[in-house]
């Protein structure tokens, strides 16, 4: 079954027992997470830590792939990774039901953004890099999203977040959520198979409502 | 002078997505986000001609700048 499971990605032997082989830790289990991880774990990824602190609530409904009337009040981390298991039982799965920390990308191989503060995106950048683990950022609100890759080379997150402090809580489509989620999820697959893409070193700028993407390039450092 | 301003994300709602505005000399980077009644603290990130800019930045005939919201949500 396990073969067979992953056959009809297409993907040759070699670079499915990579991605069988990685650890991908996911911070943040609710849009972008949530989604993220249920892509990757299709696609086959061996392991995964999930760490998320909340529980899920009534306004995450419209956009929370695993927030479902049952879940309501469950921990996210938890919930998430009882339903990876449940796609895969093969999975290994880590979770933290805290707010992250350096043991939340402890052996990863790569880290999904799926926080919703910028103060700590930047934090969590920074982890990161000084473990030389790549962090493939999404950010989401209303029609809006982007999507990128955050290294030592390339510190997207700094580019995107420093300008900042306000933090609210923006109004965010389940649509917005699903299309960022997989362009994580496709630059996520890529940085494991070796395979070069544009958003290592700049970012991509979704605009569902006029059907406009830009690709921007970020400055080397 | 011409430069071609293009907003992203919502700073595109009630305004547009790219206009060539004509400016008085010596305009900055920071006086086109005012006259669009965008607040600076929304701002992320401010690119002239493919490069990373500041408020104070003065503008030139012929400039591209680009002005991207902050995008919080996950």
């Known amino acids: 079954m396990e073969a067979e499971r992953t056959i009809r990605n297409g993907l040759d032997l070699t670079d499915q027992d990579t991605l069988q082989q990685a650890t991908v830790s996911i911070i943040g289990c609710g849009g972008l997470g949530g989604r993220t991880a249920e892509l990757l774990v299709r696609l086959g990824i061996g392991s995964f830590i999930l760490t998320d602190p909340d529980i899920f609530t009534t306004s995450n409904l419209n956009r929370q792939i695993f927030c479902t009337p049952e879940t309501l009040g469950l921990n996210k981390a938890e919930i998430v990774a009882g339903e990876l298991q449940k796609i895969n039982p093969e999975v290994t799965i880590r979770f933290h039901v805290q707010a992250f920390s350096k043991e939340s990308i402890k052996n990863a191989n790569l880290v999904i953004d799926g926080l919703d503060s910028a103060k700590d995106r930047l934090q969590l950048a920074k982890i990161c890099r000084t473990r030389s683990i790549p962090l493939i950022h999404g950010a989401v609100k209303q029609w809006y999203g982007q999507v990128g890759v955050d290294h030592q080379t390339s510190p997207l997150i700094d580019t995107l977040y420093s300008n900042t402090e306000t933090n609210s809580t923006p109004n965010v489509l389940p649509m917005t959520v699903a299309l960022i989620a997989a362009m994580q999820a496709a630059e996520a697959c890529k940085y494991l198979l070796q395979k070069e893409s544009p958003l290592q070193n700049g970012w991509l700028q979704c605009d569902l409502k006029n059907c406009d993407y830009d690709q921007i390039l970020q400055e080397k450092i | ?74």
Do not use: W
Request: aromatic residues 10%; negative net charge; charged residues 30%.
């Open chain 2, 1 to 74: 002078m011409l430069v071609t301003v293009k907003l992203f994300a919502f700073f595109r709602e009630g305004r547009f997505i790219k206009e060539d505005r004509e400016l008085p000399e010596g305009t900055t980077a920071g006086q086109v986000v005012d006259d669009l009644q965008i607040d600076r603290e929304e701002v992320g990130v401010m690119m002239l001609n493919s490069r990373h800019c500041q408020f104070d930045r003065i503008l030139q005939d012929g400039d591209a700048y680009a002005i991207f919201p902050v995008i919080g949500g996950g």
